[in-house]
């Protein structure tokens, strides 16, 4: 396996733009409504990574926070990107929006832990054609890749 190597994203307008120096511990597909809110589209994916392995290179400034029961959602305040989670579920780990790095990157993540949660509440619009592993709402405890979504 070789090491991991650094990827980079960024919100739309390019005001804000982190660095990734480790892989992402897992990657989901949430499908509850709160994310197709959030992200105005059919589901939202994200990865988990630790804390200490994300960085904002620049453009801290332009973020804004949205504050739910769930977490801080950090987006852009001029082009309205989101971007990453805070939860206190974990805060040992931050979420970032897989869809915001540079030329379609990879996570890392080890792909056992790839998954579709909050199905039972996925919009009428939205197929599931993969064969990803789903799930009614989180995860099962202890199973590869149970990090509580934020």
Known sequence: MSAFQPIHGQCECARVRYRVVGPAEELYHCHCLRCRRL??????TFAVVAREHLVIERGSGALSTYTSPHGEWHFCRHCGCHLLVDSDKRPDAVWYMAATLDGDASPGH????EKHIFVASKSALATITDSLPQY??????????????P
Do not use: R
């Open 110 to 113: 080890p792909q056992d832990t």
């Open 136 to 149: 009614a709402g989180y995860a099962p405890e202890g199973e590869a890749g149970s990090s509580k979504e």
């Open 39 to 44: 992200h105005g589209a059919l589901f939202a």
